[in-house]
């Protein structure tokens, strides 16, 4: 089945630790997001990449980074310079063929809390 | 500038009944794309139902529809004999042809289907 996969579900932090959540799909996607949910929130969006190699900020990009280093992976680090990461990160992905019509597919999520 | 507005933080219905989630948009773009989506309390996003700014008729999807009032920019959601399944988080989201790489989300609407 095509889908996105985020891993791990839960993930736990130390203080200045950096952390790395997973992104896979396999839906032959070109764009490729990542959003934080903070509880009872909307989503807000960290990053995105429309190709391999090449990505923007989003408007919460500080304390966060990225890499594109294959179609199907867009994996986010959290760095300790993000001071307040406990919440709800949501990997997506979108088609960039027949723009605007193409909706945005969805991993699991994974949720981060600092110990 | 791309706008969603989700006026309702939350709604009650009564299970069996029709409930109608409110979403007005603002775009320059002459189209664009209008997208619903269900975050259920485990919170995975659910591709729900779209439409399309040059479509003439209403989108549907089995208990789902969409009340599409383009002179009004509103894009408001319909369920149909309510579930309790259908208690959620619903997010109505947009892209723009100009702007096809980015969604822009509303708050939410906080649905519970009461028995």
């Known amino acids: 089945d095509g889908g996105i996969t985020q891993s791990p579900k839960y993930l736990f932090r130390k203080e200045g630790q950096n952390v790395t959540l997973s992104c896979e799909q396999n839906?032959?996607?070109?764009?490729m997001y990542w959003y934080r949910q903070d509880p009872g929130q909307g989503l807000r969006l960290i990053y995105y990449s429309q190709i391999v190699n090449d990505f923007q900020k989003g408007d919460i990009a500080e304390g966060y980074s990225v890499s594109r280093e294959k179609k199907e992976s867009f994996p986010l680090t959290v760095t300790s310079a993000q001071k307040n990461p406990t919440a709800f990160y949501l990997c997506?992905?979108?088609?960039?063929?027949?723009?605007?019509?193409?909706?945005?597919?969805f991993g699991d999520g994974t949720r981060l809390s600092i110990l | 500038a791309q706008k969603i507005t989700q006026t309702q933080p939350g709604m009650f219905v009564q299970e069996k009944e029709a409930v109608t989630l409110d979403c007005t948009y603002d775009?320059?773009?002459?189209?664009?794309?209008l997208f619903w989506y269900k975050q259920p309390s485990s919170g995975e996003m659910i591709f729900l139902i779209y439409q399309g700014s040059y479509d003439e008729q209403n989108a549907t999807e089995g208990r789902y529809s969409l009340n599409f009032q383009k002179a009004r920019k509103s894009a408001n959601l319909v369920i149909s004999a309510s579930q309790l399944g259908d208690s959620a988080m619903y997010f109505c989201?947009?892209?723009?042809?100009?702007?096809?790489?980015?969604?822009?989300f509303g708050t939410g609407t906080s649905l519970t289907v009461i028995p």
């Open positions: 989201a947009m892209r723009g042809i100009n702007t096809g790489n980015q969604f822009y």
């Open positions: 839906l032959n996607h070109d764009a």
């Open positions: 775009t320059s773009d002459q189209s664009y794309g």
């Open positions: 997506a992905s979108s088609s960039l063929v027949r723009v605007p019509n193409q909706p945005q597919h």
